[in-house]
């Protein structure tokens, strides 16, 4: 592995914890994650349920906002940024140009077009809708979804479709950081193999990755690195620690 | 980025005020009525920026002082104390520190209003098209041809058929009511568009068709707007940042998804996960 160029993200013991009001509790989700990612590859999350991995993905794009740690993003011009402490403006503006997350689930709204859902990333960069069509075709064909199921709501997709739709989303953007919470969770053989090639021409392009993946056989064919989350030991204890 | 507004420590207490009306009240007191002096502190040291094409959501129950903030910007009301800034052709507005005649022109050439009771943004007494006409009149457009075509295309831009433009707003329906206030309130093409409880008490599915003109006029004209609302669904939909009020205070600010899945707040936890 080649790692004299420098890492786009760089994450410095992370902590995520709840803390649940109603309750009264504190729920640990990540504990002292440490992990680099470089530009044109793959760092693979694994552990069992629990670990806090999708945690660490939502740190990142700060739909948690992190404990504790670090969380350095080097931007495209070279300016070193904590996510975890950022302004928020400048997190939408990444979220808009560099960053890109795909999910677990798609969230979409019920009455838009599959193509108008992939194609939002690029509508709010500013391009022009015809072009942003012509992009989101040549992606959603090279994810094996119908033409037929284009230009309708992916509402009554299958969970497989669905999944394609989420990820094109995240694709087409072109984005330098992608996160990706289990991306071929739900597809069968012939689907995860054409995922699988994108993913390895992503690479080829440049864009630098962070991916949970549970089946250990796409880790050893994508993964550039492994990072291994334990899930978090008792509340109790780590409070002792932060104390 | 350009910045649209700035809001610094905006306060507003309807009563006689007392020197512990701020130290006696607000979320940890559980009221924002103050004890000594029984003054209703609506608004608290709000602050909050705005950039263009921005869409903030302000969230909370009734009384929380959501709208408060929103009609003191838009001059429906006078605030205590604070300060706002409104930044637009490399100029900056002192708006609380501004004449009437000022401010009313601020109303009419730069910022756009859309009230949950369309009552309160129409001019029930003239026809759809005329109350686009009067706006219009208001912002030194007064050729007739090109108000009736402007009138025409926004109402055609809002859905409102063309050929009932000139009907009374009390025939149209409430959504369409809504519909005309929003296509008044753009007529001018405002740089601020404030939106206040707008999709309250429609049909789901109108309510939809709304959001989703609003979505495509951010869109299309980079409109900075203020949406302000008690329903998480709007905030999920519109808003990319949203601050949450309870009695006067904003508890809690952030991105609007890490507002909705990672609640800091106990009152904002509480009222995410009382979602339907």
Same mark, same amino acid.
């Given at each position: 592995?080649?790692?004299?160029? =420098?890492?786009?993200?760089?994450?410095?013991?992370?902590?995520?914890?709840?803390?649940?009001?109603?309750?009264?509790?504190?729920?640990?989700?990540?504990? /002292?994650?440490?992990?680099?990612?470089?530009?044109?590859?793959?760092?693979?999350?694994?552990?069992?349920?629990?670990?806090? &991995?999708?945690?660490?993905?939502?740190?990142?794009?700060?739909?948690?906002?992190?404990?504790?740690?670090?969380?350095?993003?080097?931007?495209?011009?070279?300016?070193?940024?904590?996510?975890? =402490?950022?302004?928020? %403006?400048?997190?939408?503006?990444?979220?808009?140009?560099?960053?890109?997350?795909?999910?677990?689930?798609?969230?979409?709204?019920?009455?838009?077009?599959?193509?108008?859902?992939?194609?939002?990333?690029?509508?709010?960069?500013?391009?022009?809708?015809?072009?942003?069509?012509?992009?989101?075709?040549?992606?959603?064909?090279?994810?094996?979804?119908? &033409? !037929?199921?284009?230009?309708?709501?992916?509402?009554?997709?299958?969970?497989?479709?669905?999944?394609?739709?989420?990820?094109?989303?995240?694709?087409?953007?072109?984005?330098?950081?992608?996160?990706?919470?289990?991306?071929?969770?739900?597809?069968?053989?012939?689907?995860?193999? &054409?995922?699988?090639? #994108?993913?390895?021409?992503? &690479?080829?392009?440049?864009?630098?990755?962070?991916?949970?993946?549970?089946?250990?056989?796409?880790?050893?064919?994508?993964?550039?690195?492994?990072?291994?989350?334990?899930?978090?030991?008792?509340?109790?204890?780590?409070?002792?620690?932060?104390? | 980025?350009?910045?649209? #507004?700035?809001?610094?420590?905006?306060?507003?207490?309807?009563?006689?005020?007392?020197?512990?009306?701020?130290?006696?009240?607000?979320?940890? %007191?559980?009221?924002?009525?103050?004890?000594?002096?029984?003054?209703?502190?609506?608004?608290?040291?709000?602050?909050?920026?705005?950039?263009?094409?921005?869409?903030?959501?302000?969230?909370?129950?009734?009384?929380?002082?959501?709208?408060?903030?929103?009609?003191?910007?838009?001059?429906? @009301?006078?605030?205590?104390?604070?300060?706002?800034?409104?930044?637009?052709?490399?100029? @900056?507005? /002192?708006?609380?520190?501004?004449?009437?005649?000022?401010?009313?022109?601020?109303?009419? %050439?730069?910022?756009?209003?859309?009230?949950?009771?369309?009552?309160?943004?129409?001019?029930?007494?003239?026809? !759809?098209?005329?109350?686009?006409?009067?706006?219009?009149?208001?912002?030194?457009? $007064?050729?007739?041809?090109?108000?009736?075509?402007?009138?025409?295309?926004?109402?055609?831009?809002?859905?409102?058929?063309?050929?009932?433009?000139?009907?009374?707003?009390?025939?149209?329906?409430?959504?369409?009511?809504?519909?005309?206030?929003? !296509?008044?309130?753009?007529?001018?093409?405002?740089?601020?568009?404030?939106?206040?409880?707008?999709?309250?008490?429609? /049909?789901?599915?109108?309510?939809?068709?709304?959001?989703?003109?609003?979505?495509?006029?951010?869109?299309?004209?980079?409109?900075?707007?203020?949406?302000?609302?008690?329903?998480?669904?709007?905030?999920?939909?519109?808003?990319?940042?949203?601050?949450?009020?309870?009695?006067?205070?904003?508890?809690?600010?952030?991105?609007? $998804?890490?507002?909705?899945? /990672?609640? =800091?707040?106990?009152?904002?936890?509480?009222?995410?996960?009382?979602?339907?």
């Amino acid at each position: 592995m080649n790692n004299t160029e =420098q890492p786009i993200l760089r994450v410095e013991n992370y902590g995520k914890y709840f803390q649940l009001h109603e309750q009264g509790k504190i729920i640990p989700s990540s504990h /002292d994650v440490n992990l680099d990612v470089y530009p044109g590859q793959l760092t693979a999350l694994i552990g069992p349920t629990g670990a806090g &991995k999708s945690t660490v993905l939502k740190g990142i794009y700060r739909s948690y906002l992190p404990t504790s740690g670090r969380l350095l993003f080097r931007t495209k011009d070279n300016v070193e940024i904590d996510l975890a =402490q950022a302004d928020e %403006h400048l997190i939408l503006e990444l979220r808009r140009t560099e960053i890109a997350f795909v999910t677990q689930f798609l969230h979409a709204l019920p009455r838009q077009a599959t193509q108008d859902i992939v194609a939002q990333p690029l509508i709010r960069r500013g391009m022009d809708y015809s072009q942003a069509l012509n992009i989101v075709h040549e992606t959603l064909s090279a994810m094996n979804l119908p &033409k !037929a199921l284009w230009s309708i709501s992916p509402a009554t997709f299958s969970g497989g479709e669905k999944q394609r739709v989420n990820l094109a989303r995240g694709l087409v953007s072109r984005p330098r950081l992608l996160l990706l919470d289990e991306p071929t969770a739900s597809l069968d053989p012939v689907t995860t193999e &054409k995922v699988i090639g #994108l993913i390895e021409n992503l &690479k080829n392009e440049g864009v630098a990755m962070l991916a949970i993946f549970h089946q250990p056989e796409l880790v050893e064919r994508l993964a550039d690195s492994v990072v291994k989350l334990n899930p978090p030991i008792v509340a109790e204890q780590i409070l002792k620690e932060i104390a | 980025m350009d910045k649209v #507004l700035e809001v610094n420590n905006l306060s507003k207490v309807y009563g006689q005020g007392c020197a512990a009306c701020f130290e006696l009240t607000g979320p940890e %007191h559980d009221t924002n009525i103050c004890p000594k002096c029984g003054s209703v502190v609506a608004a608290h040291n709000v602050s909050f920026d705005l950039y263009k094409g921005e869409i903030l959501g302000i969230m909370g129950e009734s009384g929380s002082g959501k709208s408060t903030a929103v009609k003191c910007l838009y001059f429906d @009301q006078k605030p205590t104390s604070g300060r706002a800034s409104f930044f637009n052709d490399e100029k @900056q507005y /002192d708006l609380f520190n501004m004449n009437a005649a000022h401010q009313r022109h601020l109303m009419n %050439h730069k910022f756009g209003m859309v009230y949950q009771n369309p009552h309160l943004g129409l001019n029930f007494d003239i026809s !759809a098209g005329g109350n686009i006409a009067e706006r219009l009149l208001m912002s030194e457009v $007064d050729h007739y041809g090109e108000i009736r075509k402007r009138a025409t295309d926004l109402l055609k831009r809002t859905e409102v058929l063309a050929e009932r433009m000139d009907e009374l707003p009390k025939n149209f329906s409430g959504g369409m009511q809504q519909r005309v206030q929003i !296509a008044k309130a753009l007529a001018i093409n405002p740089p601020l568009l404030f939106l206040d409880e707008v999709t309250t008490g429609l /049909d789901l599915s109108v309510q939809a068709a709304i959001l989703d003109l609003i979505l495509e006029i951010q869109q299309e004209n980079q409109t900075a707007m203020i949406v302000v609302t008690h329903d998480l669904g709007v905030i999920r939909l519109l808003a990319g940042r949203t601050l949450v009020m309870k009695y006067g205070r904003i508890i809690e600010n952030g991105l609007t $998804d890490q507002i909705l899945e /990672d609640p =800091q707040h106990a009152y904002t936890q509480r009222l995410v996960a009382s979602a339907l």
